[in-house]
């Protein structure tokens, strides 16, 4: 069985309640069945119902249905990482459209900072499930498929540019969190000076932006 990843970047944030019950929801389409996606693979709709069901009843129901913020190589849900709760999954026809709340947690503000700075996030799936060719050169994925997460919230090109100026203006969400985030955020304001001064800045923008994630 491999670590299967699928990334949709069509989903809207919409905030809910005002106040101190005001809330912020991802909400769009996590899964698609019966079509071969741009990694060349294709879940058939009746595995993804199945596995849904199982992840509904074990997970969104209890609400233990978590996503992290960024790519994790790993099928593991790790908690120090969790940005958000699904908190419904639905089939509508072969789609699968979710609703997830973003959580106080450090990743959860962070992608709050993010979508307020205007930046495009979306959503990836992750799970396990072994992947069979099919005479069209397209990878099946197999009834053995299982979901770690419907959704991790995942970063266009333009996240790496709102984390820099973020890290730059001292932006509360950068060093909000502890020792541990001041000191890291230290590190990289000193980076990102070295890289400036170097003319290397632009080309090292993602990797910053990502070590900065895996360090907190």
Same mark, same amino acid.
């Given at each position: ?6 990334? &949709? ?25 019966? &079509?071969? %996606? ?25 609400? *233990? ?12 849900? %790790? ?15 072969? %789609? ?13 503000? &962070?992608?709050?900072?993010? &979508? ?9 799936? *992750? ?7 099919? *005479? ?36 509360? =969400?950068? =060093? ?23 003319? *290397? ?9 990502? %070590? ?5």
């Amino acid at each position: 069985m491999k670590l299967i990843t699928e990334e &949709i970047s069509t989903v809207k944030f919409i905030t809910e309640g005002k106040g101190a019950k005001k809330k912020m929801y991802i909400e769009g389409v996590f899964l698609q069945g019966d &079509i071969k %996606n741009r990694n060349g693979r294709m879940y058939p709709v009746g595995t993804l119902s199945k596995e849904v069901g199982r992840y509904n009843e074990s997970f969104v129901k209890k609400g *233990r249905a978590l996503g992290e913020l960024g790519h994790p190589d790993g099928p593991t849900v %790790n908690l120090d990482r969790v940005s958000h709760k699904i908190v419904s999954l639905t089939q509508e026809g072969n %789609n699968f459209k979710g609703k997830a709340q973003l959580l106080d947690t450090p990743m959860g503000k &962070i992608a709050k900072s993010l &979508i307020g700075e205007g930046v495009t996030l979306g959503v990836s799936s *992750r799970g396990v499930g072994s992947l069979k060719e099919d *005479r069209n050169g397209c990878k099946v994925v197999g009834e053995d498929f299982m979901l770690a997460t419907a959704a991790d919230i995942v970063a266009d090109p333009s996240a790496p540019d709102a984390f820099v100026s973020g890290i730059m203006e001292g932006k509360e =969400w950068v =060093w909000e969190g502890g020792i541990l985030r001041e000191h890291q955020a230290t590190i990289t304001k000193k980076r990102i000076n070295t890289l400036v001064d170097q003319g *290397r800045l632009e080309e090292h923008k993602l990797g910053l932006f990502t %070590n900065f994630l895996s360090n907190l």
